[in-house]
């Protein structure tokens, strides 16, 4: 496979949420905003490039007895560095999100890309395979606090976008409103690849 495929192969053919549906649990918690879902979404780029470039490096020296535990060893001190970078630089960021950052250690995303992929192929493919699925997952974080944002609170990043005398949609905001967004794109993405496969 060329270079490129394994870096756009996670934006959308193989995107963690909207092709894979990985990593539910943050998914569908942290993007109330577009806020959380961009500081999320740049939290775990940054782990799956790092975890994915060092266990690229070290795949040969460990034993195939220990590979899981020696992933999330890896995996774990990464999270712990972008943990403690953003309770240093974005505090406000860092509270709104809690529990959810250092929860990045059990993302399935994250130990699927070690296992699936790193721990096979070289670096630089390696590197591109993290990069694009983190980019990916950002996307789709994205896509979904955008909608769950304007329609929940009426504000994009904060600012108000549909005028005072609109009224929010609460449940947007709230976990039914999660899984009603992400049904819908779901929906659009399985449409959109049906009707290629059609024509």
Same mark, same amino acid.
């Given at each position: 496979m060329s270079l490129w495929y394994e870096f756009s192969k996670g934006i959308y053919k193989e995107n963690p949420i909207f092709r894979l549906v990985l990593g539910m649990c943050p998914t569908l918690a942290v993007t109330t905003s577009v806020q959380n879902a961009i500081g999320m979404g740049i939290a775990t780029t940054f782990v799956l490039f790092s975890?994915? %470039?060092?266990?690229?490096?070290?795949?040969? #020296?460990?034993? &195939?007895?220990?590979? /899981?535990?020696?992933?999330?060893? =890896?995996?774990?001190?990464?999270?712990?560095?972008?943990? %403690?970078?953003?309770?240093?630089y974005e505090p #406000?960021?860092? &509270?709104?999100?809690? /529990?959810?950052?250092?929860?990045? =250690?059990?993302?399935?995303?994250?130990?699927?890309?070690?296992?699936?992929?790193?721990?096979?192929?070289?670096?630089?493919?390696s590197i591109l395979d993290g990069l694009g699925m983190g980019i990916g997952f950002t996307l789709a974080l994205l896509a979904l606090g955008l909608v769950r944002e304007i329609l929940g609170n009426g504000?994009?990043?904060?600012?108000?976008?549909?005028?005072?005398?609109?009224?929010?949609?609460?449940?947007?905001?709230?976990?039914?409103?999660?899984?009603l967004i992400l049904g819908l794109y779901l929906g659009f993405f399985n449409w959109l690849d049906r009707k290629r496969k059609v024509s």
């Open positions: 975890s994915n %470039l060092l266990i690229s490096i070290i795949k040969n #020296a460990v034993p &195939k007895r220990i590979r /899981i535990p020696m992933y999330i060893v =890896v995996i774990a001190s990464f999270v712990t560095i972008a943990d %403690l970078v953003m309770a240093a #406000a960021l860092h &509270k709104s999100l809690g /529990i959810f950052v250092p929860l990045i =250690v059990v993302n399935c995303i994250i130990l699927g890309r070690a296992e699936a992929f790193a721990g096979k192929n070289r670096v630089l493919p504000t994009i990043y904060g600012y108000p976008v549909l005028g005072s005398g609109y009224n929010p949609m609460l449940i947007m905001i709230l976990p039914p409103g999660a899984f």
